[in-house]
């Protein structure tokens, strides 16, 4: 394989693993043309990202190359990174919290269903009567 297309490839594989524990975890009532859209997005904004860097580093090679001094150039480099990225992870997070109550809902259902199994299992394992859920201590 030849090595320029390697980053793809790692963006490719990140962005399939987001998109499986998206679709198999996170929001399985999603319909699959949603799964597709937000997997188009996700992976063009990765690629963005990494060509912004590419960018950015072949600008600061020009003007501040790491023989000059290495401390420096990446802390400007690093600055300038999370200053003009930094909008569009303000976004992400803004538009993620909109979604995140209805997951947490779904995560604490999913942690007492199973406790409940447990409880019912150690109770009949136990030969004991269940005199009252989980859901009536919580």
Known sequence: ?????????????????????????????????????????????????????KALNDFLEKRIPYEKGLSKRIIIQTLI??????????????????LIPGLITRFRDFGISLLNSIKVSIAKSRNLKISNTLNDIL
């Open 1 to 53: 394989m030849n090595r320029k297309f390697i980053p793809y490839v790692v963006i490719l594989i990140l962005t399939t693993l987001f998109a499986m524990s998206r679709i198999f975890i996170l929001y399985r009532d999603w319909s699959w043309s949603t799964h597709l859209v937000v997997f188009l997005m996700q992976l063009a904004f990765l690629i963005g990202v990494w060509h912004f860097i």
């Open 81 to 98: 990174s999370l200053l003009v990225l930094s909008p569009f992870m303000i976004a992400f997070i803004y538009l993620t919290t909109i």
